[in-house]
Nanobody
Framework: VQLAESGGGSVHTGGSLKLSCVVS????????LGWFRQVPGMERELGAI????????TYADSVKGRFTISKDDLRNTLFLEMNDLTPADSAMYYC????????????????WGQGTQVTVSS
């Protein structure tokens, strides 16, 4: 199983980025998928998750209205579109997958990518 994130980078406050995660080695359409983020020294936290049903999404309060999670089942790719970014959004962003309970808890996810860095400067 491999999850490969891309799309991170450096932007100024108010900027936008779109992250991608290509997933291989598991039945993509049957898995709950999520984006989490982590700042050094802090716990990994939820960004957004997408259930098997593409209409089933959950967002952290801190990103609601600014981030959109989506997936392309034909290309086995998960996306996170991030708008109106602020320095508080700076973190390593990780893609994750589980075929268990689709929960916002970090320990609910079985497979993780290596992460892509997002840096937002003021």
């Amino acid at each position: 199983v491999q999850l490969a994130e891309s799309g991170g980078g450096s932007v100024h406050t108010g900027g936008s980025l779109k992250l991608s995660c290509v997933v291989s080695g598991l039945p993509f359409a049957d898995y709950c998928l999520g984006w989490f983020r982590q700042v050094p020294g802090m716990e990994r936290e939820l960004g957004a998750i997408a259930g098997i049903d593409s209409d089933s999404t959950t967002y952290a309060d801190s990103v609601k209205g600014r981030f959109t999670i989506s997936k392309d089942d034909l290309r086995n790719t998960l996306f996170l579109e991030m708008n109106d970014l602020t320095p508080a959004d700076s973190a390593m962003y990780y893609c994750a997958a589980t075929n268990g309970v689709c929960s916002s808890a970090v320990n609910a996810f079985d497979y993780w990518g290596q992460g892509t860095q997002v840096t937002v400067s003021s």
